[in-house]
C-alpha cells in the first residue's frame, strides 16, 4: 500500500479581507484537501462515513500548522465534510489562526452536489462568518455574509457541476475510473470569484511520506476565474492509486519557498487506522 502528496496555492500570514482566494494556504489545502462509485457506504473507492484524515503542514521545512477533515453521511443521500485549521510554532505566534470549513449536500451517482458551504475564519483578532448557499432549482449560488447572513454576491448561471473547493475534491475522489492523461473539468464558486478549473492527472512515481511509500497519480489543477487570467503551475497533489484515493501530501510553491501538507494520520472509516510514529 502506498501514500499521497497534496499541493496548497499560496501562504499569507495575515490575509486582509479573510476570503480564501489562490493566494491563501488553506485555499490551496481546501481546494484540495482545496480539489480529490459506490461502496459499503455507497461508493466503491474514495470515503466512507467517519474518514478522518490528519495533516501537518509546513512552511519553509518549519512546522506552520494543522489540519483534519472528516467525511460523514447522514443518511443514504446526504453527506457533510468538515475541515479544521490550527496555526502552530512562529506562525501561531505572529498571526494565530483557527478556521472551519463545512460543506453538505446531496450525494448522487456522479458524486457529491454541493447544496450549503460554511467558513468560521478566525485570524488573530478578527473573525469571519462566510455562507454559500446553491440553489440548485434555480442555478445560482449566493454568498452570506455574517450573523445576520446578509447577501453579499450571487452567482448566476452556474456551470453544470459547479461545487464548494472541499466537494469538488471528494467528487474527484469518488470516481471509480481515474488514469493518467485524464483532464477532469471541476467548476468551484469559493470567497468572491467562480473558477472554471481543470485538473490534470498524470500518472507518478511511488511517494515516500510520513506513513510510507504509495503508489500515486498526480493532480495538476488549473484555475481560470476568467479569460483574461490563468493560475497555474503553484500547486502539486496526489492521490493513491487504491479505493481509498488518499490525498496524501499537497505541495504548493509560493512568492517564499513553499508549503507542504503532509498526511499524519487517518482512520478510513472501514475499521483501518495508521498514525505515523517517531519511534
Known sequence: MYPVPVGCN??????????L????????????????????NGHAVGPV???????????????GGKAEIRYLRQDENHYSIIMTLESIGLVDVLHSI???FEATGLLTPTGPVAANYLK????????KRVEMVFNR?????????????????????????????????????MMEKLQGGEEINAPMV?????????????????????????????????????????????????????????PVRINSRIKVGSIIADLMAYDD???????????
Not at 10 to 19: A, N, V
Not at 49 to 63: D, K, Q, T
Not at 120 to 127: A, D, I, M, W, Y
Not at 269 to 279: P, T
Open 10 to 19: 499560496g501562504f499569507y500570514l495575515i490575509e486582509k479581507d479573510f476570503s
Open 49 to 63: 462515513s467517519g474518514e478522518r484524515l490528519v495533516y501537518n503542514i509546513h512552511w519553509m521545512g518549519a512546522p
Open 98 to 100: 483557527r478556521d472551519r
Open 190 to 246: 469559493e470567497g468572491k470569484r467562480r473558477y472554471k478549473t481543470v485538473v490534470y492527472v498524470t500518472d507518478a512515481e511511488p511517494l515516500y511520506g510520513p506513513l510510507g511509500w504509495f503508489k500515486v497519480w498526480q493532480f495538476s489543477p488549473v484555475l481560470q476565474p476568467s479569460k483574461l487570467f490563468e493560475e497555474k503551475g503553484n500547486m502539486t497533489f496526489w492521490l493513491s492509486q487504491d479505493d481509498l484515493r488518499l
Open 137 to 173: 432549482q434555480e442555478n445560482y449560488a449566493a454568498r452570506l455574509e455574517g450573523e445576520e447572513k446578509k447577501e453579499e454576491e450571487r452567482f448566476e448561471s452556474l456551470e453544470e457541476g459547479t461545487n464548494d473547493p472541499l466537494s469538488a475534491i471528494y467528487k474527484v475522489r
Open 21 to 40: 482566494t489562490i493566494r491563501s494556504p488553506w485555499f490551496a489545502l481546501v481546494c484540495l484537501m482545496g480539489l480529490v462509485f459506490y461502496s459499503a
Open 269 to 279: 472509516g472501514r475499521g483501518n487506522y495508521r498514525e505515523f510514529s517517531q519511534r
Open 120 to 127: 468560521l475564519v478566525r485570524q488573530g483578532k478578527k473573525e
